[in-house]
């Protein structure tokens, strides 16, 4: 059980992922108690974004405001149904607090989300928030409320540090469901890598082990027109240091890339550092690399 809310007339709603996954059947309730059977239209596990959709027309909606322009400090208040109190009255309940911090990372969880640039409340989000709207002092939902701290650890019971997905990341997320019921994460450069070992460094003659060493740059690849070469060893990918071939895609979901978009990697070629923007592809094919 969890919280979702309604962005267009039409009956698009967003909640959280871990709030529908692996759900045989949706039922919405709005508000005054009426239900309706939902179609899940799509789910984003990386960033535990869903999009359901209700049939009806001329619903009451939320506006969406601008998570850019959040400042610490200013008031917020959760919107949800904790504990499944939402059934008794069919009426969501309403915490009032503040923005207690913006740009809040967490990284890859257990689970397979990544909460990067999440927005910190004081306003209590107990179990059964999850996906309801955080809102500002004009009623404009700034995030989706998705999980708390307590003084152990991820589970039930607020102790005022609550987190939510910034609206603008969801709208992203959520106009790509509505598009194509997913977010395209497969992406390929055409670049194949393996870790160093002492035995390589030596052979080879490389001034360090760190990093990873290009053993192919497969043609017409965006690694070819980024103009990688077997040999270049990558130190960095956007400034965070590479040790093996895992760290690279650990970077990219982290980043939360998808196909089309660029990344920067820090090359070693002939004892020379160089930046190189590669652009993440669609795959055509299987292929071993990243």
């Known amino acids: 059980?969890?919280?979702?809310?309604?962005?267009?007339?039409?009956g698009y709603i967003i909640t959280n992922t871990h709030v529908v996954d692996n759900a045989t059947e949706i039922v919405?309730?709005?508000?005054?108690?009426?239900?309706?059977?939902?179609q899940l239209v799509g789910v984003d596990n990386l960033t535990d974004i869903a999009l359901v959709k209700i049939d009806d027309l001329d619903l009451p909606y939320s506006e969406l405001g601008n998570s850019d322009e959040l400042i610490v400090g200013e008031w917020a208040v959760a919107l949800g149904n904790p504990?499944?109190?939402f059934d008794v009255n069919h009426q969501p309940t309403a915490t009032a607090g503040i923005i207690s911090g913006i740009k809040m990372d967490f990284g890859l969880?257990?689970?397979?989300?990544?909460?990067?640039?999440?927005?910190?409340?004081?306003?209590?989000?107990?179990?059964?928030?999850?996906?309801?709207?955080?809102?500002?002092a004009l009623g404009e939902v700034i995030g989706i409320n998705?999980?708390?701290?307590?003084?152990?650890n991820y589970s039930s019971g607020s102790i005022g540090i609550g987190f939510a997905i910034p609206i603008n990341r969801v709208k992203e997320v959520a106009e790509d469901l509505k598009k194509f019921g997913k977010v395209e994460r497969s992406y390929t450069t055409g670049v194949h890598v393996q870790a160093i070992d002492p035995v390589m460094q030596r052979y080879l003659r490389l001034p360090t082990s760190e990093g990873v060493i290009i053993t192919d740059v497969?043609?017409?690849?965006?690694?070819?027109?980024?103009?990688?070469?077997?040999?270049?060893?990558i130190l960095e990918?956007?400034?965070?240091?590479?040790?093996?071939?895992?760290?690279?895609?650990?970077?990219?979901?982290?980043?939360?890339?998808?196909v089309g978009d660029n990344v920067t990697l820090t090359i070693l070629r002939e004892n020379n550092s160089i930046d190189i923007h590669l652009t993440l592809e669609e795959p055509k094919s299987k292929w071993w690399g990243f």
């Open 1 to 10: 059980m969890g919280s979702g809310v309604l962005v267009s007339p039409d």
């Open 146 to 152: 998705t999980f708390i701290m307590t003084g152990s």
């Open 109 to 136: 969880k257990e689970a397979g989300h990544v909460y990067q640039d999440m927005i910190q409340t004081d306003a209590a989000i107990n179990p059964g928030n999850s996906g309801g709207p955080l809102v500002n």
């Open 237 to 258: 990918v956007d400034n965070q240091k590479i040790n093996a071939p895992k760290d690279i895609i650990r970077v990219i979901d982290e980043g939360l890339y998808k």
């Open 218 to 233: 497969e043609k017409r690849s965006s690694g070819e027109r980024a103009g990688l070469q077997i040999g270049d060893v």
């Open 83 to 85: 504990l499944g109190l």
């Open 28 to 38: 919405v309730t709005l508000r005054g108690g009426k239900s309706y059977e939902a």
